[in-house]
């Protein structure tokens, strides 16, 4: 502007000669991106000019006076018009043209100038539209880190080249902050692109400082868990290093603070990486994933676990062999394995938690031996994936070898002992044999009063699996006093819709059906609305719930009749049942 106007190249004479004009003006700073750049040194004064600046920085909202509007993603119909427009088509409303161009759309995740690029180079000739995607798979890299020559837009960077100069702005800052960030935004591409929290970081850091972990795991971390763990929990320091991400649009947060990134973003860090990089950040990401799973059981671990199972599924399908891909390493894979196994099993995902289970034992027999206590405390977790997942005989099969060998190695009184005899009896129990899974029940529960007290997790959980035995021997008052007992423990001790107390109301509602008592369908009512909320809607437990009350409901007509005007939507709710069971299995 200088130059033009014949001044000094000086912001200062520029900005005092706007300020001097009798003319009005209209002034732009377009991309001004980067946050070291304080902007209000170009500002000239007086109210006979505009000022409009254009950013990726939401910090530049500072400078506002009238509003600030943010862009947010275009909407399919508008990238898919967009790409038509690009590529030449003239007649945009065509309905089969627009969908053979909305698959590339939602490839590229509706960016505007990926679209563009993509555009360019259906015009072209290198490709049809249809066959775009399959390009992108084998090409991707080169796809969009190229620009075209006749782009038909003034814009001088590819999609890549935008955020690789975004990258370097923030390899070059002196501060700790961007060191931390670039470590970030390599941990984040290997996360699931949407839904990551600060939690994941804080649980790692705090199991790190309260257990004892290996040279192997010590090694393997993020830098910045490493440096927290010397310091004490420090958000703030996390939180810097987001900062510069977001400062430069590499990443947003959402409503609910939640982290997400860009598709495009995610995987461009990704392919930036060198292999040798790319292994680096993809065990440092696994490593802390797996460290951050809790092994406590409230409500906020159940929430914790299930938000971490896309983060799990990103990791785990990075090499072919998942997680197994470290199994070299020795123990420290064996436990990683049976963590996400462990939030695969909630969640539903039993064949997953299975796979998993089966390799660890596998490897523990192989390099330490059937009876080390690694070897059976993992053939305990086992034998649980199996009982969860309906596999009896299976479970039966792991179950009464492992309290054979818990007697004779521990004692019959012994925690690990008593834990599998708890699970021994649930598979009698499904398997028909209810009176070996009563005999082994009460003993349980025997011990655990002793020795645990009556209000015991432990005691409460033996009581809920003792009234099943009772029940299905037809004992059902003895089952329905046992269980009030529980619920009403469960509900002060863990709270009233933690899962294990959810499961003891399911059973007391089943109880007091078998009864006759009314209050039965209210109750499972209540199950299936906080188990949706909790769980979700296709969780094994929901559907469980959802079709005691299906089947509750169309036993009779009035019954039937009942079931729809009390449940909101309840027949949409007993029509998706199938759908959602047939899906899960």
């Known amino acids: 502007m200088a130059n033009v106007c014949e001044l000094e190249s000086r912001v200062a004479v520029v900005r005092r000669w706007l300020s001097n004009t009798s003319k009005p003006w209209a002034l732009i700073l377009d991309n001004a991106d980067d946050p070291r750049l304080d902007l209000s040194p170009y500002f000239p004064v007086g109210n006979r000019g505009v000022i409009l600046i254009t950013s990726r920085n939401p910090e530049c909202k500072v400078h506002s006076s009238i509003g600030s509007y943010e862009l947010g993603a275009m909407s399919t119909d508008e990238s898919v018009t967009l790409m038509l427009k690009t590529v030449g088509v003239h007649d ?261 938690a299975l796979e998993l289970g089966e390799r660890v034992v596998k490897a523990y027999k192989r390099t330490i031996g059937e009876e080390h206590p690694e070897t059976l405390r993992s053939i305990y977790n086992l034998a649980t994936n199996f009982y969860e997942a309906g596999r009896v005989q299976e479970a039966l099969q792991f179950t009464e070898r492992l309290v054979e060998v818990y007697k004779r190695t521990l004692g019959e009184e012994h925690p690990d002992t008593l834990r599998s005899i708890h699970i021994l009896a649930n598979s009698y129990n499904k398997a028909g044999r209810v009176q070996e899974a009563l005999q082994f029940t009460e003993r349980v529960v025997e011990v655990y009063k002793r020795t645990l007290g009556e209000e015991h997790p432990y005691t409460l959980r033996s009581i809920h699996n003792l009234t099943i035995s009772y029940s299905a021997a037809g004992r059902v008052q003895e089952a329905l006093q046992l269980m009030e007992r529980v619920v009403e423990a469960r509900k002060r001790i863990l709270g009233e819709e933690h899962p294990n107390t959810l499961r003891s109301i399911h059973n007391l509602a089943y109880y007091y059906r078998k009864a006759g008592r009314q209050e039965a369908l209210q109750l499972m009512e209540r199950v299936v609305e906080v188990r949706k909320r909790i769980l979700g809607e296709e969780h094994p437990e929901t559907l469980c719930s959802i079709h005691v009350l299906q089947n509750w409901g169309l036993q009779t007509p009035g019954q039937a009749i009942l079931l729809n005007t009390q449940i909101p939507q309840g027949r949409k709710l007993i029509n998706s049942f199938t759908r959602l069971w047939k899906k899960l299995t």
């Open 92 to 352: 945009l409303s065509s309905r089969p043209v627009r969908e053979t161009a909305r698959p590339v759309v939602l490839t590229l995740g509706c960016l505007a100038l990926a679209i563009t690029q993509a555009g360019a180079v259906i015009r072209q000739g290198r490709c049809r539209m249809e066959e775009y995607c399959t390009l992108y798979t084998r090409r991707r890299k080169e796809l969009l880190s190229q620009k075209a020559i006749q782009g038909g837009e003034d814009y001088q960077y590819a999609v890549y080249t935008t955020w690789e100069v975004s990258r370097q702005m923030i390899e070059e800052m002196s501060s700790e902050a961007g060191q931390d960030a670039l470590e970030l935004l390599q941990i984040f591409s290997f996360l699931h692109h949407e839904g990551i929290s600060e939690e994941i970081f804080s649980r790692a850091w705090h199991a790190l400082r309260n257990d004892m972990q290996s040279g192997w795991m010590l090694s393997h971390l993020p830098k910045i868990v490493l440096r927290l763990s010397n310091q004490g929990w420090d958000a703030d320091t996390l939180r810097a290093a987001i900062s510069v991400l977001l400062s430069f649009s590499l990443i947003y947060r959402d409503k609910d603070n939640l982290i997400y990134m860009h598709p495009l973003v995610h995987t461009w860090v990704r392919d930036r990486l060198d292999p040798s990089d790319e292994e680096t950040a993809w065990i440092q990401t696994t490593s802390m994933t797996a460290l951050s799973i809790p092994w406590t059981f409230q409500i906020a671990d159940y929430s914790f676990r299930q938000a971490l199972l896309p983060h799990i599924d990103t990791c785990l399908g990075f090499p072919n062999e998942g997680i197994f891909y470290l199994e070299d390493i020795g123990e420290d894979c064996q436990r990683m394995a049976t963590s996400f196994a462990l939030v695969y099993r909630e969640v539903g995902r039993f064949q997953k």
